[in-house]
């Protein structure tokens, strides 16, 4: 079961990282193309923010703490992702970076309740 629930953190930690990647590729663009992507990008946050919270449960009092910090950031995504379908010029801009700092930060907090389940499961088995 263990297992199973590390593979459950790594693939909202790949999903995050995808994420984070996609908004970064629309934030390279120029154009219509990137309304779309912001688009997606709303539906893409929502999705790992249920990843998220499926595997809340399952983890230990650190991980869970800093899995909540992401869906924290992961909200943020989509307020500023959808800040960003509304707005254009410097406005379009502002609200894109931040929702590119705002996936970051989500990955980070992943990543970071990774290497706590590990911590605490590498903890357990030296005992």
Request: charged letters at 30%.
């Amino acid at each position: 079961m263990s297992t199973d629930i590390n593979k459950d953190l790594d693939r909202v930690r790949a999903s995050a990282q995808a994420l984070h990647a996609t908004i970064s590729d629309s934030a390279a663009r120029r154009g219509g193309a990137v309304k779309a992507d912001v688009e997606a990008v709303q539906q893409k946050a929502k999705a790992v923010m249920e990843s998220a919270k499926a595997s809340l449960d399952a983890q230990n009092e650190a991980a869970r703490k800093y899995l909540k910090a992401a869906l924290t950031n992961l909200e943020a995504v989509q307020t500023h992702a959808a800040e960003a379908a509304k707005a254009s010029g410097q406005a379009f801009q502002k609200s894109i970076r931040q929702t590119l700092a705002d996936a970051r930060a989500s990955v980070e907090k992943v990543t970071e309740a990774v290497a706590a389940k590990r911590s605490a499961e590498h903890s357990k088995s030296r005992k």
